[in-house]
């Protein structure tokens, strides 16, 4: 090889060498904030515990601050059969809305992937499939559920269920299996909803999915954990 040829080559090798430090350089900065990957996955980690533990937290501080509120209004209306009426039609329209625990007869449906081993086991997925948790909520409503839950999440007006990799997304939770659905309402008309000749149990096991429907006399049901925030949304005007 020739002496012009190797400075030509060596040339290259440089300006390449160059490139490679400036996009590593780049990618430093721009995602990683001048941290190799094993420290940014830790700093992660960290920022995620003390994000929950602060959640955990606030959610204790809300219970207490709710009990002390309830307590006072308690107290007042005690002396006052007005404020007593207020106070049970306040209750009532936060057990509509999810913002209440509660409890009542009904049905807990409990949904969990294929036997491991199984042939059904390697192409059926329930999380992959997540439409089939929203179509046995959907069932368990039309039937007249007054209240449902699924991993202890309370679905209310705003809660979504879609899927999140290998999780699916509920109230921006993230639920595995096996999916836990309790239903409170009348437990005979909710177990008929969904046991008819083709109905979602019968679906579901088709496919070999592992489903139990129970009835109980009593079911407790969480009220929904989070704060909404109404940004564009509010009463219409007289």
């Known amino acids: 090889m020739k002496i012009r040829d190797q400075i030509i080559i060596g040339i290259i090798c440089v300006i390449l060498g160059v490139f490679a430090a400036i996009q590593f350089k780049t990618v430093q900065d721009n995602y990683l904030e001048g941290l190799i990957p094993s420290q940014r996955s830790t700093q992660l980690v960290n920022e995620l515990t ?9 959610s204790e501080e809300l219970s207490n601050l709710e009990t002390q509120l309830n307590d006072i209004t308690e107290s007042v209306a005690s002396d006052n059969a007005l404020v007593k009426g207020m106070q049970d039609q306040l209750e009532r329209y936060k057990m509509i809305a999810g913002f209440t625990d509660i ?24 999380v992959s499939e997540f439409h089939y948790i929203l179509m046995l909520a959907n069932e368990l409503n039309a039937a007249g559920a007054e ?15 879609r899927s999140a990799g290998d999780a699916i997304s509920i109230n921006r939770t993230q639920c595995y299996p096996p999916f836990v ?6 437990r005979d008309v909710l177990e ?13 096991r088709s496919r070999d999915f592992q489903v139990e429907i129970t009835r109980f006399d009593t079911i407790n049901i969480p009220k929904y954990n989070d704060i909404i925030n109404w940004q564009y949304a509010r009463p219409k005007e007289q």
Not at 50 to 58: E, F, I, Q, S, V
Not at 181 to 186: L, T
Not at 192 to 204: K, Q, S, W, Y
């Open 50 to 58: 003390k994000l929950r533990a602060d959640k955990t937290m606030l």
């Open 103 to 126: 409890q009542g007869q009904g049905v807990i449906v409990t949904v969990d992937n294929p036997v491991p081993g199984s042939a059904s086991s390697l192409d059926s997925d329930i």
């Open 147 to 161: 209240a449902i839950s699924i991993n202890e999440q309370r679905l209310i007006s705003t809660s979504e269920i």
């Open 181 to 186: 659905i309790k239903a409170i309402g009348n």
């Open 192 to 204: 008929n909803a969904l046991n008819p000749r083709f109905g979602m149990i019968t679906i579901l």
